[in-house]
Structures are given as C-alpha cells and as structure tokens.
C-alpha cells in the first residue's frame, strides 16, 4: 500500500496579505485544551448535509421551545403556533438537503481520483 502526504490547497490569494491574523475564541479555546487535536480534528462533511443538521437541531429547538409557551390567550397561541410552524417548515428543509445528494445525482459531481492528481 502506498501512503502519501497530504497537500493543502490555498484557494485565497496571500501573497499581498502581510498583516497577522485576528485571534478568534476558538484560538483561544485550543491554547486552553490539554489535547489541542480535540479542537482542530477536522472531518470532511458535505455542505448539504452540514446544513441538513444545522436545520433539523434549530426546527427540533423550536419545536422543543413551543412546548413551554402557554397557549391560554390569543397571543400565546399565535406565538406557539407560529413557532410549531417555523420548526416544521425547517425540519421539512432538512429532510430535503439529507435527500438531495441522494434523489439528484447529477446537480454535484463528485470529484474523481484522477483530478486531485
């Protein structure tokens, strides 16, 4: 088996950028860690997918929240219902960016081996 490096591509344009670069809170969080790999470990997740996730924690948080208002007076209800809607509609677009790599192969090509090379 053949083990090679692994290159990392730049797509940004550096050449001219000598100023340092900001220290962010996840910079910080790292310098704090005993393991600075817990913080930095990167695993490589489609951006549909990614966004799937992203979709179906906020629509399951609102749905969650809803449950915690009162739907006794007029307002109450139409914030709850407003909220259950939202969560739905949003869990709905979840279930579509899980499915879309799946029911539409064509739209995202996928790369092949013989381009990296």
């Known amino acids: 088996m053949k083990?090679?490096?692994t290159h990392v591509i730049n797509f940004?344009?550096?050449?001219?950028?000598?100023?340092?670069?900001?220290?962010?809170f996840i910079d910080v969080v790292s310098d704090s860690v005993m393991n600075p790999r817990d913080v930095n470990d990167m695993v490589a997740?489609?951006?549909?997918?990614?966004?799937?996730?992203?979709?179906?924690?906020?629509?399951?948080?609102?749905?969650?929240?809803?449950n915690l208002?009162?739907?006794n007076k007029s307002s109450g209800r139409v914030a709850r219902n407003s909220m259950i809607i939202a969560g739905w509609i949003l869990n709905t677009l979840?279930?579509?960016?899980?499915?879309?790599?799946?029911?539409?192969?064509?739209n995202s090509?996928?790369?092949?081996?013989?381009d990296l090379k």
Do not use: C, H, Q, W
């Not at 940004?12 to 962010?24: L, Q, V, Y």
């Not at 906020?58 to 929240?65: H, I, N, P, R, V």
């Not at 979840?94 to 064509?106: D, N």
């Open 3 to 5: 083990v090679e490096k």
């Open 12 to 24: 940004r344009n550096t050449a001219g950028n000598d100023r340092p670069k900001k220290r962010e």
């Open 45 to 66: 997740v489609p951006r549909g997918i990614f966004k799937a996730y992203l979709l179906i924690m906020s629509g399951s948080a609102l749905l969650a929240l809803s």
């Open 69 to 71: 208002i009162k739907g």
């Open 94 to 106: 979840s279930a579509i960016y899980f499915a879309k790599p799946f029911a539409f192969k064509g």
């Open 109 to 114: 090509p996928t790369i092949k081996r013989e």
